[in-house]
């Protein structure tokens, strides 16, 4: 089994700057990529970076230029420095990660269970 954990979130003023974490623990072979999604009270949840295991990185439009996803792979942890924060990017927070748990194995896709972010205006 294999446990996705975020941290980081909280309450911070529009403009501001939050750090949110996700550590992977438990059965891993292997991570490949990585990603955080959100979801916002009423909407459908939504991508928001991905990053993966050879380090190449994507973005939603909306948050390009303000976040910024990153790794570690000895940690087997990822991150997302949020900048520039909005009201808009209020919403929970979720990480991604596609594991293999044995040699032979074939990727399995796993959740957090969230971390949520608030941006007061």
């Known amino acids: 089994q294999v446990q996705l954990v975020e941290s980081g979130g909280g309450l911070v003023q529009a403009g501001g700057s939050l750090r949110l974490s996700c550590a992977a623990s438990?059965?891993?072979?292997?991570?490949?990529?990585m990603a955080w999604y959100r979801q916002a009270p009423g909407k459908q949840r939504e991508f928001v970076a991905v990053?993966?295991?050879?380090?190449?990185?994507s973005y939603a439009d909306s948050v390009k230029g303000r976040f910024t996803i990153s790794r570690d792979n000895a940690k087997n942890t990822v991150y997302l420095q949020m900048n520039s924060l909005k009201p808009e990017d209020t919403a929970v927070y979720y990480c991604?990660?596609?594991?293999?748990?044995?040699?032979?194995?074939?990727?399995?896709?796993?959740w957090g269970q969230g971390t949520q972010v608030t941006v007061s205006s």
């Open positions: 991604n990660s596609v594991v293999t748990t044995t040699r032979m194995g074939s990727p399995v896709n796993y």
């Open positions: 438990g059965s891993i072979f292997s991570i490949n990529a």
């Open positions: 990053i993966s295991s050879g380090g190449r990185l």
